[in-house]
C-alpha cells in the first residue's frame, strides 16, 4: 500500500502535443494527446487514462485543453504533481474513413498534365508580362551595342542565353526536380511556404474553435 502511494505521489511531466489524427467514435488516451516522463510502472498507466471520446457532432476537428487532461490525470492518480509543459491546447483532426480512402488514391494523369499546362503557360505569361514592363528588349539591345560597338534589334547571343539560365535559376531557386532535390539538407521555398500555410490554418482552427467554446459556454 505504502509503494503505490508513493507511486502515485511522483512527479509528472506532461507535455501536451499540438496537432492529432483521430476517428470518429476513437476514445482518445493520454498517450494520444500528450508525451507523459515520470515513474516507469505510473507511466505505463497514466498513457491509458482515458480523455476523451470523439464524437460524430464534433465534425471534422475538435480541441481538447490541457485542463482537461490534467483534470482527468487527476481523477485517476489525485496526488500525483504535474509540470505542465508545451502547448495549451490539442487540435484533434477528425478523419473520415470513406473520405480519407477518396483523398488517398492518386490524381488522373489527365488532371495532373492538365493543371502542369495551366501553370506552364500561368508562368509564362508572368514573366513575358514583367519583361514587357522593365523593357527587357530594349535593355539586351543597349547591353549588346556596349559589348559589341553595333546595334541590333534581336540580340540571340544575349536573348538565348539569359532564357536558359533563367530557367537554371527557377530551377535551382526551388531546390527541387520532380523528384531529385539539389540540396537535401536545405528545404525549398515551397516546403516552408507549406509549412508557414500548415502552422497558419491550425492557428486559425484553434482559434476559431476556442471561440465556439466559449460561446457555448
Known amino acids: 500500500m505504502s509503494e503505490e502511494l508513493e507511486c502515485i505521489k511522483e512527479e509528472i511531466f506532461l507535455r501536451v502535443k499540438r496537432v492529432v489524427k483521430a476517428q470518429p467514435n476513437q476514445t482518445l488516451v493520454l498517450a494520444d494527446l500528450a508525451e507523459v516522463i515520470t515513474n ?31 483534470r482527468a490525470i487527476k481523477i485517476n492518480f489525485p496526488q500525483a504533481g504535474i509540470e505542465h509543459l508545451g502547448e495549451a491546447d490539442v487540435i484533434v483532426d477528425i478523419e473520415d474513413t470513406s473520405q480519407r480512402n477518396l483523398t488517398d488514391n492518386q490524381p488522373s494523369k489527365l488532371y495532373v498534365f492538365a493543371i502542369g499546362v495551366i501553370l506552364f503557360f500561368g508562368a509564362a505569361m508572368a514573366i513575358m508580362n514583367f519583361h514587357a514592363d522593365v523593357s527587357m528588349v530594349k535593355v539586351h539591345q543597349q547591353i549588346y551595342k556596349l559589348i559589341m560597338g553595333k ?15 533563367l530557367g537554371f535559376g527557377m530551377i535551382i531557386f526551388f531546390n527541387k526536380i520532380y523528384k531529385y532535390k539539389f540540396n537535401k539538407d536545405d528545404p525549398s521555398p515551397l516546403e516552408i511556404e507549406m509549412y508557414l500555410y500548415k502552422n497558419k490554418v491550425n492557428q486559425f482552427s484553434l482559434h476559431q474553435k476556442t471561440e465556439l467554446a466559449k460561446n457555448n459556454d
Not at 43 to 67: N, R
Not at 151 to 165: C, D, F, M, Q
Request: glycine share 4%.
Open 151 to 165: 546595334s541590333k534589334e534581336n540580340p540571340l547571343l544575349l536573348n538565348i542565353p539569359y532564357s536558359i539560365g
Open 40 to 70: 516507469k510502472d505510473l507511466q505505463d498507466q497514466l498513457e491509458q487514462v482515458k480523455v476523451k471520446e470523439v464524437t460524430k457532432k464534433a465534425g471534422q476537428s475538435m480541441i481538447i485543453t490541457a485542463l482537461e487532461i490534467i
